[in-house]
């Protein structure tokens, strides 16, 4: 039989018992009179909330890339486009006289943010200029230019289909061919003659490894023509981190003397997982009121414009923390939420983000968990135990931040910042649970506009529920 520890045992009490409380409304603590346990309220009185743009992030090694063009009448156009390196998976021969069928850059759908009915959108493919080739230590950051050739290697018009399986031809070599459903995915046909060229005619020394290769090869660049992507547009995510999705399909025959001449196929994958996948993101937001909020030196904001995609994010502060500090050691933060309420009538057409995660900054300001979401804590209930999720029935997001401010009551952490921003850090291992890893950080497409801390209405909230020790 495994046993809990009784102050364990007694915080989830307290936290089902306080689950129950309603028409939590005002700034500071509400406690329902009706519970059986000696909690008292104290009145935080202020929240400081001020909306800032986000710093560069490492845009290689993430689960997904982006790809976009999405006009935002609030928040202006962002852009996105992707540089990526296909990878042998070992030495390839293509024979001496390989004869190409067809070349598929295959992209597998994630998700989508923007207009998905009225909008055709235009692919472009073209070849880097320079080359990408993924190692461990090295990053490349969302706001680096790549430099491509004019040459287009390939356009399609395609739709936002992005929940639709496909029907594709199934080449079994020595067999009859024969038809298949893949997932939702991009294809994208590549110019015959460039990789005839650039592949198959290459000598093996040239196609020895993925390094070698890529130096001559260099990558691909795909990216959306602006010109005739109509109305409002949007922003796909693809799956170029697991192995084997995203990948350059090669169909070809491999003549042979006395064989019946057959076609084959070689995949090239996109090693997103090892940093041969980046987003190249850029965001013109001149003339929107986003830019006015960030651009006034007003304390505290009236108004949150949090967008994805290392747009936005807000610090945050709490001034009046050492009002509960004067009470005294023996008090017990039963629970500590940060509620942030969408302004009505923002949440259509683009629906709001899906989650806000909350992370303080340590001596070095370096983002990192907070103890509530620090998985060797003892207060560590779960990865979705700190919530953050969007709620559509009251339009709110509640981040559970209980241990922190049980920390900062303490004197256990000190302050040194803390942030709530849509990006989704993971931490390592590191005994001080330093976030270095930022591989879900594109996974959150899409904005939100909630009211800030100098809101008259729908004004950020902090509530705390607490308990004296005798």
């Known amino acids: ?38 909690s008292k309220l104290v009145d935080t009185s202020t929240v400081i909330t001020k909306l800032a743009k986000q710093d560069t992030v490492v845009a290689n090694g993430t689960a997904v890339s982006v790809l976009g063009y999405f006009k935002d009448p609030v928040f202006g156009i962002t852009t996105s486009n992707m540089a990526l390196a296909v990878s042998l998976s070992t030495a390839l021969n293509f024979g001496k006289t390989p004869v190409l069928d067809s070349a598929v850059l295959v992209l597998p759908f994630v998700g989508f943010y923007g207009d998905s009915i009225n909008t055709n959108y235009t692919v472009e493919v073209r070849q880097l200029d320079e080359t990408l080739y993924g190692e461990p230590t090295l990053a490349y950051y969302n706001n680096k230019k790549w430099k491509t050739k004019s040459t287009l290697l390939a356009t399609k018009n395609f739709r936002a289909n992005f929940k639709d399986s496909l029907t594709i031809q199934d080449i079994v070599v020595g067999k009859k061919d024969t038809v298949k459903r893949v997932i939702p ?18 000598d093996s020394v040239s196609l020895l490894n993925s390094k070698v290769f890529n130096a001559i090869f260099k990558g691909l660049y795909v990216s959306l023509n602006k010109t005739s992507t109509t109305q409002n547009g949007g922003v796909f995510s693809f799956d170029t981190f ?66 994805g995609l290392s747009g ?16 005294g050691k023996n008090i017990t933060i039963n629970r500590a939420e940060l509620v942030f309420t969408v302004v009505p009538g923002t949440e259509t057409p683009y629906k709001p983000l899906q989650r806000l995660r ?14 509530d979401e620090t ?3 003892r207060r560590y209930l779960g990865p979705n135990f700190v919530g953050g999720f969007y709620n559509a029935t009251p339009k709110e997001y509640k981040i559970n931040m209980t241990g922190y401010v049980q920390d900062l009551v303490s004197g256990r952490v000190k302050n040194y910042g803390t942030f709530v921003t849509p990006n989704d850090y993971i931490a390592t291992n590191s005994p001080n649970s ?21 809101a008259t209405n729908y004004k950020v909230k902090l509530k705390i529920y607490y308990t004296e020790q005798k």
């Open 1 to 38: 039989m495994k046993f809990i520890k009784s102050g364990l045992l007694t915080t989830l009490v307290s936290l089902f018992i306080l689950g129950g409380c309603k028409n939590a409304s005002t700034i500071g603590l509400d406690v329902d009179p009706t519970l059986d346990i000696n």
């Open 185 to 202: 995915q991009l294809r994208i046909k590549l110019d015959p003659t460039f990789i005839t060229n650039n592949i198959l005619k290459l």
């Open 242 to 307: 697991t192995s084997g999705a995203a990948r350059l399909d090669l169909f070809y025959k491999k003549p042979q003397a006395g064989t019946v001449v057959d076609t084959v196929t070689t995949s090239l994958n996109v090693e997103g997982n090892i940093g041969n996948a980046v987003s190249e993101l850029s965001w013109d937001l001149t003339g929107t009121v986003v830019n006015t909020e960030l651009l006034s030196t007003a304390k505290n904001s009236t108004t949150l414009y949090l967008k």
């Open 312 to 327: 936005t994010q807000l610090k945050v502060d709490f001034p009046y923390l050492n009002t509960i500090k004067n009470l």
């Open 358 to 371: 909350v992370y303080r900054n340590d001596i070095a300001e370096r983002p990192t968990f907070i103890a």
């Open 375 to 377: 998985s060797f804590d």
């Open 434 to 454: 330093e976030v270095s890893k930022t591989v879900n950080v594109f996974n959150n497409l899409g904005r939100t506009i909630t009211g800030g801390a100098a």
